[in-house]
């Protein structure tokens, strides 16, 4: 079964520490790749994604993903992060053609 | 409307009640999913609607739990003798083309005590 690992639950950083965080996926097709995002009392949101052709992808407020398809990985990364970035991140595969799995989640914090 | 409308945003009730969320989607959105997102389990997909074909009731966890899409727009998830372990959010999202991603509503917090 397909399937999708996150395995830091939870992240603390200062602002303008580097971050990345971890995504593996179990799925031997071609994949469609997603992170999104849910700051805090709002709705997830489409951060990037992932479909073919360059495997690094850069997404909304300086946030890049990097597709790796020997390790299974798609990896977030911003080299700089702010307060705001706190949130809780989700990455997920398109499973299909319509059905996503997605991670449990990161919860970021950023502390000012 | 501009995004997709869920109502309530917030739901308690007792447990063995029944209970109905409303999802109204983005206007033109054939796709209507919804979802399950409990505390450390992320989100776990539970039906999928598109157009007029019949939807995907895979994930649905039990027979307690129905939805129905009428005219291809608005969908209600009915969870019938609600139970303790069915607190969560239930999250809503539509999609004009699913590998495009979807746009979520804000959910509903449903607290069953």
């Known amino acids: 079964a397909q399937s999708v690992s996150q395995h830091n639950h939870h992240v603390i950083l200062s602002e303008a520490a580097s971050l990345e965080l971890g995504c593996n996926y179990s799925?031997?097709?071609?994949?469609?790749l997603f992170w999104y995002v849910q700051y805090p009392g709002q709705h997830l949101q489409l951060l990037l994604k992932?479909?073919?052709?360059?495997?690094l992808v850069k997404g909304i407020k300086g946030f890049e993903a990097e597709f790796i398809k020997s390790k299974f990985s798609f990896n977030l990364r911003k080299p700089s992060v702010q307060w705001s970035d706190t949130a809780e991140y989700f990455c997920?595969?398109?499973?299909?053609?319509?059905?996503?799995?997605f991670g449990t989640g990161t919860r970021l914090k950023v502390l000012a | 409307g501009a995004g997709v409308s869920q109502s309530p945003s917030n739901k308690v009730t007792e447990k063995g009640k029944d209970v109905e969320l409303r999802c109204d989607p983005i206007?033109?959105?054939?796709?209507l999913y919804w979802y399950r997102q409990s505390l450390g389990q992320g989100l776990e997909f539970l039906i999928y609607?598109?157009?007029?074909?019949?939807?995907?009731k895979s994930g649905l966890p039990s027979d307690r739990f129905s939805a129905e899409r009428t005219g291809g727009s608005v969908s209600t998830l009915t969870i019938q003798r609600t139970q303790q372990e069915d607190s969560a959010v239930y999250l809503c999202?539509?999609?004009?083309?699913?590998?495009?991603?979807?746009?979520f509503g804000s959910g509903t917090r449903l607290t069953v005590v």
């Open positions: 999202a539509s999609s004009s083309d699913t590998s495009y991603g979807y746009t």
């Open positions: 799925y031997g097709g071609t994949v469609n």
């Open positions: 992932y479909f073919s052709g360059d495997p």
């Open positions: 997920a595969v398109l499973s299909g053609t319509y059905k996503y799995i």
């Open positions: 206007s033109g959105h054939t796709a």
């Open positions: 609607f598109q157009g007029n074909s019949a939807p995907d």
